[in-house]
T-cell receptor, first 114, second 115 residues
């Protein structure tokens, strides 16, 4: 059982380039999330999805786009990379039990924009 | 807007000590509070989840308490071990509408346990 798989683990981009961070989960979870973590800070929610075909903005969505065409996949797209997007990105998925969502996180993708 | 603060930012203790990590949040209208562990270069691992109606949760040497009215939670680690060295993150799921498991995180406490 792989859980939540993120690719790539590391990437360096030039300003203005675009790229997609991939996220796949094999637990049949309905809910999926993208967070970013800046050095010495907590995680901030970028986008989330409650099921295939449904996405919504989180706290810091500017500069990013997402799609959810299947239950398993939730890619994050950066269209015009900026130095402010240098961060570690975490994908997570969750199921709901007893009134709470139990999250499983991927290992993270470290992105540097130069 | 919910804000979560963790104190201290870093903590270094000798092996065997009991220790307390603190978390405070500004809006008491929460569904639940979770404590996570983050190892360097790794993702987050859930340690304990406390529902808003609960006062505490225990797992092995870990005990987490919640005082929702005062906006505080503590994570107590008994008999600390070098393997406990990691960053510990506190996160709340805000009430009001449907939370969908969206979390607001604190900045974390970096714990180092010396042999």
């Amino acid at each position: 059982n792989a859980g939540v798989t993120q690719t790539p683990k590391f990437r360096i981009l030039k300003i203005g380039q675009s790229m997609t961070l991939q996220c796949t989960q094999d637990m049949n979870h309905n809910y999926m999330y993208w967070y970013r973590q800046d050095p010495g800070m907590g995680l901030k929610l970028i986008y989330y999805s409650v099921g295939a075909g449904i996405t919504d903005k989180g706290e810091v969505p500017n500069g990013y786009n997402v799609s959810r065409s299947t239950t398993e996949d939730f890619p994050l797209r950066l269209e015009l990379a900026a130095p402010s997007q240098t961060s570690v990105y975490f994908c997570a998925s969750s199921y709901r039990t007893s009134g709470a969502n139990v999250l499983t996180f991927g290992a993270g993708s470290r992105l540097t924009v130069l | 807007k919910q804000e979560v603060t963790q104190i201290p930012a870093a903590l270094s203790v000798p092996e065997g000590e009991n220790l307390v990590l603190n978390c405070s949040f500004t809006d008491s209208a929460i569904y639940n509070l979770q404590w996570f562990r983050q190892d360097p270069g790794k993702g987050l691992t859930s340690l304990l989840l406390i529902q808003s109606s609960q006062r505490e949760q225990t797992s092995g040497r870990l005990n987490a308490s919640l005082d929702k009215s005062s906006g505080r939670s503590t994570l107590y680690i008994a008999a600390s071990q070098p393997g406990d060295s990691a960053t510990y993150l506190c996160a709340v799921s805000n009430a009001g509408g449907t939370s969908y498991g969206k979390l607001t995180f604190g900045q974390g406490t970096i714990l180092t346990v010396h042999p």
